[in-house]
C-alpha cells in the first residue's frame, strides 16, 4: 500500500535559520502534495500545495519542492520563526481515489 | 468565513458502546473528509463524502460509518468501541472541484475505557 513518511522525526533550528523538512512518499498515482502545519490542541493547518505536474512552488516564507523522480517532497521555511515550532505533516493525495495520506510529522522547534 | 467547528471536544465511552461525532463543514465547501489521529503519529483517513455520498474511504472497518447531509455537515459513527478506537478525530472540508488542501477542525478527543 502507498505510504508517507518523513525522514526526521525531530528538527531543531535557531531562530532566523532556514529549515528544511523533508518526505517521502511511494504512490506514484498521487496527483496534489499538501504540508500541513499542526500545533498542539489544534487540528492540521494548510500551509502550501503543489500538483504533480509541478517541481516548486514558493508562498509567504515557505518554498515546496518535488521530486517525482525519486518521489520525494521538502518544505524550506525561510527565517524561521518561534512561531513556527509544531509538528510538519506532508500528504499526498490521490484525487481519483478520493483520499489523502499523512506522513507521521516532524516536530520543528524553534530555538530563540 | 466561518471555519470547521466539531463537536463535542471531548468524550469518554465504554468500550462495546456506540459514539457520534459531528461537524460543521467550512462555508462553500461540499466534501468532508474524516480522520483519526492516534497519539504521535499522522491522520490516517477514514472516509470523503460528496454530495452526500461516500468517495472514498481508508483501511477501516465496517462499524465506522458516516453521513453527509444537505448542508454539508457530516457525522461519523462509531459501533462497538475498542480501546484502540481512543484517539483524536479530525474533520475536514474542502471544495471538490478545487484542488485545495483541506480545512481541519481542532477534533474531538475520544476516550475508550
Known amino acids: 500500500g502507498e505510504s508517507v513518511g518523513l525522514h526526521l522525526p525531530t528538527l531543531s533550528v535557531q531562530e532566523g535559520d532556514n529549515s528544511i523538512i523533508n518526505c517521502a512518499y511511494s504512490n506514484s498515482a498521487s496527483d496534489y502534495f499538501i504540508w500541513y502545519k499542526q500545533e498542539s490542541g489544534k487540528g492540521p493547518q494548510f500551509i502550501i500545495d503543489i500538483r504533480s505536474n509541478m517541481d516548486k512552488r514558493q508562498g509567504q516564507r515557505v518554498t515546496v519542492l518535488l521530486n517525482k523522480t525519486v518521489k520525494h517532497l521538502s518544505l524550506q521555511i525561510a527565517a524561521t520563526q518561534p512561531g513556527d515550532s509544531a509538528v510538519y505533516f506532508c500528504?499526498?493525495?490521490?484525487?481519483?481515489?478520493?483520499?489523502?495520506?499523512f506522513g507521521d510529522g516532524t516536530t520543528l522547534t524553534v530555538k530563540p | 468565513e466561518t471555519g470547521v467547528t466539531q463537536s463535542p471536544t471531548h468524550l469518554i465511552k465504554t468500550r462495546g458502546q456506540q459514539v457520534t461525532l459531528r461537524c460543521s463543514s467550512q462555508?462553500?465547501?461540499?466534501?468532508v473528509s474524516w480522520y483519526q489521529q492516534a497519539l504521535g503519529q499522522g491522520p490516517q483517513f477514514i472516509f470523503q463524502?460528496?454530495?452526500?455520498?461516500?468517495?472514498g474511504r481508508g483501511n477501516f472497518p465496517p462499524r465506522f460509518s458516516g453521513l453527509q447531509f444537505p448542508n454539508y455537515s457530516s457525522e461519523l459513527n462509531v459501533n462497538a468501541l475498542e480501546l484502540d478506537d481512543s484517539a483524536l478525530y479530525l474533520c475536514?472540508?474542502?471544495?471538490?472541484?478545487?484542488?485545495?488542501?483541506?480545512?481541519f477542525g481542532s477534533g474531538t478527543r475520544l476516550t475508550v475505557v
Open positions: 500528504a499526498e493525495r490521490d484525487t481519483n481515489a478520493g483520499k489523502s495520506t
Open positions: 463524502y460528496y454530495r452526500e455520498e461516500e468517495n
Open positions: 475536514a472540508s474542502s471544495r471538490m472541484t478545487e484542488n485545495y488542501g483541506y480545512t
Open positions: 462555508s462553500g465547501h461540499n466534501t
